[in-house]
Protein backbone atom coordinates (compact mmCIF):
# COMPACT_ATOMS: atom_id res chain seq x y z
CA UNK A 1 0.00 0.00 0.00
CA UNK A 2 1.69 3.65 -0.99
CA UNK A 3 1.04 7.30 0.35
CA UNK A 4 1.17 9.95 -1.90
CA UNK A 5 2.05 13.04 -1.86
CA UNK A 6 1.69 16.19 -4.16
CA UNK A 7 3.65 19.17 -3.84
CA UNK A 8 2.91 23.05 -4.43
CA UNK A 9 3.52 25.01 -7.69
CA UNK A 10 0.51 26.85 -8.95
CA UNK A 11 -0.26 25.61 -12.51
CA UNK A 12 2.60 23.00 -12.46
CA UNK A 13 -0.20 21.24 -10.63
CA UNK A 14 -1.32 19.52 -13.79
CA UNK A 15 1.93 17.26 -14.28
CA UNK A 16 0.19 15.55 -10.98
CA UNK A 17 -2.81 14.72 -12.68
CA UNK A 18 -0.35 12.69 -14.97
CA UNK A 19 1.13 11.05 -12.55
CA UNK A 20 -1.59 9.87 -10.84
CA UNK A 21 -3.39 8.59 -13.84
CA UNK A 22 0.60 6.42 -14.31
CA UNK A 23 -0.01 5.14 -10.96
CA UNK A 24 -3.97 4.04 -11.53
CA UNK A 25 -2.86 2.48 -14.80
CA UNK A 26 0.09 0.28 -13.41
CA UNK A 27 -2.28 -0.62 -10.67
CA UNK A 28 -0.10 1.03 -7.65
CA UNK A 29 -2.94 0.96 -4.33
CA UNK A 30 -3.09 3.98 -2.83
CA UNK A 31 -4.04 4.03 0.72
CA UNK A 32 -3.34 7.75 1.55
CA UNK A 33 -2.76 11.38 -0.55
CA UNK A 34 -1.39 14.54 0.64
CA UNK A 35 -0.30 17.69 -0.73
CA UNK A 36 0.43 21.22 -0.53
CA UNK A 37 -1.01 24.13 -2.07
CA UNK A 38 -1.99 23.09 -5.57
CA UNK A 39 -1.13 19.61 -4.62
CA UNK A 40 -3.13 19.53 -1.86
CA UNK A 41 -6.37 20.24 -4.11
CA UNK A 42 -5.94 17.79 -6.11
CA UNK A 43 -5.16 15.15 -3.34
CA UNK A 44 -9.09 15.86 -2.38
CA UNK A 45 -10.06 15.47 -5.86
CA UNK A 46 -7.84 12.50 -6.15
CA UNK A 47 -8.78 11.03 -2.55
CA UNK A 48 -12.42 11.70 -3.46
CA UNK A 49 -12.20 9.37 -6.85
CA UNK A 50 -12.20 12.06 -9.53
CA UNK A 51 -9.24 12.12 -10.95
CA UNK A 52 -10.60 11.79 -14.55
CA UNK A 53 -12.95 14.54 -13.60
CA UNK A 54 -9.82 16.88 -12.35
CA UNK A 55 -7.80 15.70 -16.01
CA UNK A 56 -10.82 17.51 -17.88
CA UNK A 57 -10.96 20.75 -15.95
CA UNK A 58 -6.99 21.00 -15.84
CA UNK A 59 -7.03 20.76 -19.73
CA UNK A 60 -9.67 23.69 -19.80
CA UNK A 61 -9.00 25.98 -17.24
CA UNK A 62 -7.81 29.72 -17.25
CA UNK A 63 -6.83 32.61 -15.47
CA UNK A 64 -10.15 33.74 -14.20
CA UNK A 65 -11.07 30.42 -12.85
CA UNK A 66 -8.65 31.10 -10.49
CA UNK A 67 -7.84 34.69 -10.05
CA UNK A 68 -10.74 37.77 -9.62
CA UNK A 69 -9.15 39.38 -12.79
CA UNK A 70 -12.70 42.02 -12.90
CA UNK A 71 -10.15 44.82 -12.35
CA UNK A 72 -7.79 44.02 -14.86
CA UNK A 73 -7.44 45.55 -18.23
CA UNK A 74 -5.77 42.17 -19.81
CA UNK A 75 -6.73 38.74 -19.55
CA UNK A 76 -2.91 38.26 -19.22
CA UNK A 77 -2.15 38.96 -15.28
CA UNK A 78 1.78 39.83 -16.04
CA UNK A 79 0.83 42.47 -18.82
CA UNK A 80 1.76 45.74 -18.18
CA UNK A 81 -1.27 47.08 -18.60
CA UNK A 82 -2.54 45.67 -15.35
CA UNK A 83 0.73 46.87 -13.34
CA UNK A 84 -1.47 49.81 -12.08
CA UNK A 85 -4.56 47.54 -10.96
CA UNK A 86 -2.03 44.59 -9.66
CA UNK A 87 -0.46 47.45 -7.47
CA UNK A 88 -4.35 48.35 -6.44
CA UNK A 89 -5.15 45.05 -5.11
CA UNK A 90 -2.23 44.84 -2.65
CA UNK A 91 -2.98 48.35 -1.63
CA UNK A 92 -6.27 48.10 -0.68
CA UNK A 93 -6.75 44.33 -0.27
CA UNK A 94 -3.32 42.94 0.79
CA UNK A 95 -3.00 40.74 -2.38
CA UNK A 96 -4.72 39.46 -5.36
CA UNK A 97 -8.26 37.43 -4.91
CA UNK A 98 -8.88 33.64 -5.31
CA UNK A 99 -12.69 34.03 -4.93
CA UNK A 100 -13.29 32.73 -8.14
CA UNK A 101 -11.08 28.84 -7.65
CA UNK A 102 -13.07 28.81 -4.12
CA UNK A 103 -16.00 28.71 -6.09
CA UNK A 104 -15.16 26.38 -8.35
CA UNK A 105 -13.98 23.79 -5.56
CA UNK A 106 -17.41 24.23 -4.46
CA UNK A 107 -18.36 22.38 -7.84
CA UNK A 108 -16.02 19.73 -7.82
CA UNK A 109 -14.94 18.80 -4.13
CA UNK A 110 -17.71 16.85 -2.18
CA UNK A 111 -16.30 16.87 0.99
CA UNK A 112 -18.56 13.88 2.42
CA UNK A 113 -17.79 12.04 -0.37
CA UNK A 114 -13.94 12.41 0.75
CA UNK A 115 -14.44 11.78 4.39
CA UNK A 116 -16.20 8.16 3.31
CA UNK A 117 -13.42 7.80 0.79
CA UNK A 118 -11.24 4.83 2.19
CA UNK A 119 -8.01 7.23 0.90
CA UNK A 120 -6.56 9.31 3.81
CA UNK A 121 -6.47 12.91 2.49
CA UNK A 122 -4.28 15.32 3.98
CA UNK A 123 -3.15 19.02 3.73
CA UNK A 124 -0.65 21.30 5.27
CA UNK A 125 -0.83 25.24 5.62
CA UNK A 126 0.56 27.77 8.02
CA UNK A 127 -1.43 30.25 10.57
CA UNK A 128 0.14 33.53 11.10
CA UNK A 129 -1.59 34.00 14.09
CA UNK A 130 -0.12 31.23 15.85
CA UNK A 131 2.99 31.30 13.73
CA UNK A 132 2.66 27.69 13.70
CA UNK A 133 2.63 24.89 11.25
CA UNK A 134 -0.87 22.87 10.31
CA UNK A 135 -0.82 19.38 9.05
CA UNK A 136 -4.16 18.16 8.95
CA UNK A 137 -5.79 15.10 8.44
CA UNK A 138 -9.42 15.36 7.09
CA UNK A 139 -10.65 13.87 10.68
CA UNK A 140 -8.76 16.95 12.24
CA UNK A 141 -10.49 19.20 9.78
CA UNK A 142 -14.08 20.87 10.97
CA UNK A 143 -17.24 19.23 9.49
CA UNK A 144 -18.07 21.47 6.92
CA UNK A 145 -14.51 23.56 6.73
CA UNK A 146 -12.72 21.24 4.08
CA UNK A 147 -12.63 23.79 1.13
CA UNK A 148 -11.93 26.92 3.71
CA UNK A 149 -8.94 24.99 4.61
CA UNK A 150 -8.11 23.72 0.97
CA UNK A 151 -7.45 27.84 0.35
CA UNK A 152 -5.86 28.48 3.44
CA UNK A 153 -3.05 25.48 1.37
CA UNK A 154 -3.48 27.02 -1.39
CA UNK A 155 -2.92 31.05 -0.78
CA UNK A 156 0.33 31.71 -2.56
CA UNK A 157 2.74 34.37 -1.66
CA UNK A 158 0.77 37.62 -3.54
CA UNK A 159 -2.80 36.14 -2.39
CA UNK A 160 -4.57 37.58 -0.05
CA UNK A 161 -4.51 35.90 3.44
CA UNK A 162 -6.93 33.39 4.26
CA UNK A 163 -9.26 34.23 7.29
CA UNK A 164 -10.67 30.89 9.57
CA UNK A 165 -11.80 32.13 12.62
CA UNK A 166 -10.65 35.06 13.01
CA UNK A 167 -6.80 33.27 12.14
CA UNK A 168 -5.04 34.36 8.91
CA UNK A 169 -3.31 31.11 7.20
CA UNK A 170 -0.87 31.48 4.24
CA UNK A 171 0.59 28.72 1.94
CA UNK A 172 1.54 25.31 2.99
CA UNK A 173 5.05 26.16 0.90
CA UNK A 174 6.30 28.47 3.07
CA UNK A 175 6.79 25.23 6.06
CA UNK A 176 6.71 22.05 3.84
CA UNK A 177 6.03 22.26 0.17
CA UNK A 178 6.34 18.45 -0.28
CA UNK A 179 4.89 16.89 3.12
CA UNK A 180 6.37 12.85 2.94
CA UNK A 181 6.61 13.07 6.68
CA UNK A 182 3.00 13.26 7.61
CA UNK A 183 2.91 10.04 5.92
CA UNK A 184 5.90 8.28 7.60
CA UNK A 185 4.08 9.46 10.99
CA UNK A 186 0.72 7.81 9.61
CA UNK A 187 2.82 4.29 9.05
CA UNK A 188 3.41 4.67 5.11
CA UNK A 189 6.73 3.00 3.92
CA UNK A 190 6.28 2.84 0.74
CA UNK A 191 5.55 7.01 -0.23
CA UNK A 192 5.13 7.72 -4.01
CA UNK A 193 6.64 11.97 -3.95
CA UNK A 194 5.52 14.34 -6.90
CA UNK A 195 7.98 17.31 -7.18
CA UNK A 196 6.24 19.62 -9.86
CA UNK A 197 9.07 22.19 -9.56
CA UNK A 198 7.12 24.57 -7.02
CA UNK A 199 9.07 26.84 -4.69
CA UNK A 200 8.99 26.29 -1.01
CA UNK A 201 10.62 24.85 1.69
CA UNK A 202 11.08 21.12 2.01
CA UNK A 203 11.82 18.93 4.68
CA UNK A 204 13.90 16.30 3.34
CA UNK A 205 15.25 14.09 5.94
CA UNK A 206 13.66 10.42 5.78
CA UNK A 207 14.01 8.06 8.48
CA UNK A 208 15.99 4.99 7.59
CA UNK A 209 13.64 2.13 6.06
CA UNK A 210 11.07 4.76 4.23
CA UNK A 211 10.73 3.72 0.44
CA UNK A 212 10.12 7.32 -0.95
CA UNK A 213 10.05 6.99 -5.13
CA UNK A 214 10.61 10.18 -6.40
CA UNK A 215 9.28 11.76 -9.03
CA UNK A 216 10.47 15.47 -10.51
CA UNK A 217 9.75 17.42 -13.59
CA UNK A 218 13.31 18.43 -14.10
CA UNK A 219 12.20 21.12 -16.50
CA UNK A 220 8.75 22.57 -15.82
CA UNK A 221 6.78 23.50 -19.61
CA UNK A 222 4.82 25.91 -17.09
CA UNK A 223 4.68 29.25 -15.00
CA UNK A 224 3.56 28.91 -11.59
CA UNK A 225 0.18 31.37 -12.36
CA UNK A 226 0.31 29.89 -16.39
CA UNK A 227 -2.44 28.41 -17.60
CA UNK A 228 -1.80 28.18 -21.55
CA UNK A 229 -3.73 25.00 -22.75
CA UNK A 230 -1.03 23.31 -24.74
CA UNK A 231 1.26 23.98 -21.60
CA UNK A 232 -0.77 22.51 -19.43
CA UNK A 233 -1.42 19.58 -21.46
CA UNK A 234 2.41 18.74 -21.86
CA UNK A 235 2.74 18.92 -18.30
CA UNK A 236 0.24 16.05 -18.01
CA UNK A 237 1.97 13.85 -20.28
CA UNK A 238 5.02 14.82 -18.31
CA UNK A 239 3.79 13.54 -15.27
CA UNK A 240 2.38 10.60 -16.96
CA UNK A 241 5.69 9.87 -18.70
CA UNK A 242 7.91 10.58 -15.91
CA UNK A 243 5.77 8.37 -13.31
CA UNK A 244 6.08 5.56 -15.51
CA UNK A 245 9.46 5.91 -15.85
CA UNK A 246 10.19 6.03 -11.90
CA UNK A 247 8.14 2.97 -11.05
CA UNK A 248 9.91 0.79 -14.14
CA UNK A 249 7.36 0.20 -16.62
CA UNK A 250 9.27 2.56 -18.96
CA UNK A 251 12.98 3.08 -19.51
CA UNK A 252 15.41 5.19 -21.99
CA UNK A 253 16.95 8.63 -21.28
CA UNK A 254 15.12 10.79 -23.63
CA UNK A 255 12.15 8.81 -24.62
CA UNK A 256 9.70 6.71 -22.57
CA UNK A 257 10.09 3.08 -24.20
CA UNK A 258 8.06 0.59 -22.65
CA UNK A 259 10.12 -1.54 -20.65
CA UNK A 260 9.08 -5.06 -21.50
CA UNK A 261 10.19 -3.89 -25.62
CA UNK A 262 13.13 -1.93 -24.64
CA UNK A 263 14.53 -5.57 -22.74
CA UNK A 264 13.73 -7.79 -25.96
CA UNK A 265 15.08 -5.15 -27.72
CA UNK A 266 18.56 -5.63 -25.84
CA UNK A 267 18.55 -8.94 -26.61
CA UNK A 268 18.72 -8.33 -30.74
CA UNK A 269 20.79 -5.21 -30.19
CA UNK A 270 23.01 -3.23 -28.45
CA UNK A 271 22.25 -0.47 -25.58
CA UNK A 272 24.58 1.87 -27.96
CA UNK A 273 22.24 0.80 -30.83
CA UNK A 274 18.99 2.26 -28.51
CA UNK A 275 21.12 5.24 -27.52
CA UNK A 276 21.77 6.43 -31.19
CA UNK A 277 18.12 5.43 -31.77
CA UNK A 278 17.19 8.18 -29.03
CA UNK A 279 20.14 10.46 -29.61
CA UNK A 280 18.82 10.63 -34.09
CA UNK A 281 15.01 10.98 -32.87
CA UNK A 282 15.85 13.43 -30.63
CA UNK A 283 18.04 15.67 -32.96
CA UNK A 284 15.37 15.04 -35.74
CA UNK A 285 12.58 16.15 -32.90
CA UNK A 286 10.48 13.59 -32.34
CA UNK A 287 7.38 13.88 -30.10
CA UNK A 288 8.91 13.89 -26.11
CA UNK A 289 5.53 12.99 -24.59
CA UNK A 290 4.37 10.02 -25.85
CA UNK A 291 4.86 6.28 -25.03
CA UNK A 292 6.91 4.27 -27.65
CA UNK A 293 7.59 0.59 -28.63
CA UNK A 294 11.57 0.38 -30.10
CA UNK A 295 10.15 0.35 -33.38
CA UNK A 296 7.50 2.77 -33.23
CA UNK A 297 10.33 5.58 -32.24
CA UNK A 298 12.37 3.94 -35.02
CA UNK A 299 9.09 4.67 -37.49
CA UNK A 300 8.85 8.24 -36.10
CA UNK A 301 12.76 8.82 -36.30
CA UNK A 302 13.29 7.66 -39.89
CA UNK A 303 9.96 9.31 -41.22
CA UNK A 304 11.42 12.72 -39.91
CA UNK A 305 14.88 11.87 -41.50
CA UNK A 306 12.95 11.45 -44.71
CA UNK A 307 11.17 14.30 -44.36
CA UNK A 308 14.53 16.65 -43.56
CA UNK A 309 16.11 15.12 -47.10
CA UNK A 310 13.30 15.65 -48.79
CA UNK A 311 13.28 19.18 -47.87
CA UNK A 312 17.07 19.74 -48.31
CA UNK A 313 17.87 17.96 -51.42
CA UNK A 314 19.95 20.84 -52.72
CA UNK A 315 21.96 21.36 -49.53
CA UNK A 316 25.51 20.14 -49.28
CA UNK A 317 27.05 18.89 -46.32
CA UNK A 318 30.57 20.49 -46.96
CA UNK A 319 28.47 23.37 -46.85
CA UNK A 320 26.39 22.84 -43.75
CA UNK A 321 30.01 21.98 -41.79
CA UNK A 322 31.44 25.53 -42.63
CA UNK A 323 27.94 27.69 -41.71
CA UNK A 324 28.03 29.19 -38.52
CA UNK A 325 24.48 28.47 -38.13
CA UNK A 326 24.55 24.62 -39.03
CA UNK A 327 21.29 22.80 -38.89
CA UNK A 328 22.28 19.85 -36.69
CA UNK A 329 19.13 17.46 -37.86
CA UNK A 330 19.81 18.72 -41.76
CA UNK A 331 23.79 16.95 -40.70
CA UNK A 332 22.68 14.51 -38.83
CA UNK A 333 20.40 13.30 -42.53
CA UNK A 334 22.93 14.38 -44.62
CA UNK A 335 25.84 12.60 -43.27
CA UNK A 336 23.81 9.21 -43.22
CA UNK A 337 22.34 9.72 -46.52
CA UNK A 338 26.20 9.83 -47.57
CA UNK A 339 27.00 6.46 -45.95
CA UNK A 340 24.15 4.69 -47.38
CA UNK A 341 25.11 5.96 -50.46
CA UNK A 342 28.60 3.75 -49.75
CA UNK A 343 30.18 6.71 -49.07
CA UNK A 344 32.28 5.00 -46.08
CA UNK A 345 35.10 7.11 -46.61
CA UNK A 346 32.96 10.16 -46.33
CA UNK A 347 34.99 13.03 -44.47
CA UNK A 348 31.87 14.17 -42.85
CA UNK A 349 31.49 11.79 -40.68
CA UNK A 350 34.84 12.07 -39.28
CA UNK A 351 34.69 15.92 -38.74
CA UNK A 352 30.82 15.33 -37.41
CA UNK A 353 31.70 12.79 -34.98
CA UNK A 354 34.25 15.46 -33.84
CA UNK A 355 31.88 18.18 -33.72
CA UNK A 356 28.31 16.56 -31.92
CA UNK A 357 28.89 14.06 -29.23
CA UNK A 358 26.99 11.02 -29.96
CA UNK A 359 26.54 11.56 -33.96
CA UNK A 360 28.11 8.06 -34.79
CA UNK A 361 25.85 6.50 -32.83
CA UNK A 362 22.80 8.47 -34.09
CA UNK A 363 24.25 7.88 -37.91
CA UNK A 364 24.54 3.93 -36.99
CA UNK A 365 21.27 3.53 -35.49
CA UNK A 366 19.71 5.11 -39.00
CA UNK A 367 21.64 2.49 -40.89
CA UNK A 368 20.21 0.37 -38.52
CA UNK A 369 16.51 1.02 -38.75
CA UNK A 370 16.44 2.18 -41.72
CA UNK A 371 15.76 -1.30 -43.91
CA UNK A 372 13.74 -2.67 -40.59
CA UNK A 373 10.76 0.11 -40.78
Not at 339 to 366: P, Y
Request: charged letters at 25%; a positive charge.
Amino acid sequence: MFGMVLGGGGARGAYEVGAWRAASELGIEVGAVCGTSIGSINAAAFAQGDWERADRLWRSITAEDVLDMSKFTDKNLWSVKNIRAVLEEFRTNKGLSMKPLEDLLHSIIDEEKLRRSPVEFGLVTYSLSDSAELELFKEDIPQGRLIEYLMASACLPGIKTRVIDEKAFVDGCVVDNKPVGMLVKRGFRDILSIDVGGIGLVKSIVPKGINVIEVKCAAPQIGVLDFDKEKIAVSISGGYLDTKRALGAVCGTKYAIRSSDYNRALRKTSREMLDGLETAAAIFGCDLMREYSVISLARSMIREYKRILKHNRSVGIDKLLNTKDSNSSIILAKTAEAVLAGNADFLGTKVVSMMFKGFLRAVNAILYYSDKV
